[in-house]
């Protein structure tokens, strides 16, 4: 199963629009049901306004209701081993707990697996600012 995720992260690097990086990431993230999710980078010459991989995959989750996650896989067109940056890391924490699995691809060296709570400990929740994050 692990596999076939970091499949459809690798499929999804291949849409990826970067022109100005030439960085092509793609991620997919699996729902609590199963059901997989991919998405993949498309920068903006400003960069800021650029989305990441990991954000376009929960967004489109998020749009077909789903709001429990239990894996994800990135991949770059490098195969670097990457992981979330900060600002996906936190994301990530506004639906998954600590032991959500991020799956890291590391090309011929295989992956590289960590849990949320390795990538992102201490992260803004819900719960720290008081509110019922349902």
Known sequence: MP???LVRAREASESSYAPYSEYEVGAALRTADGTVFAG???ENANYSNSLHA???AIAEAVK???REFDRLAVSSTARDGLTPCGMCRQTLAEFCDDDLVVVCDAGEEGTIEYTLGELV???ITPETLGVDGN
């Open 3 to 5: 596999e076939d995720l």
């Open 40 to 42: 993949c980078n498309v």
């Open 54 to 56: 990991e954000e376009v």
């Open 64 to 66: 077909a209701g789903h």
């Open 121 to 123: 400990p201490d992260t």
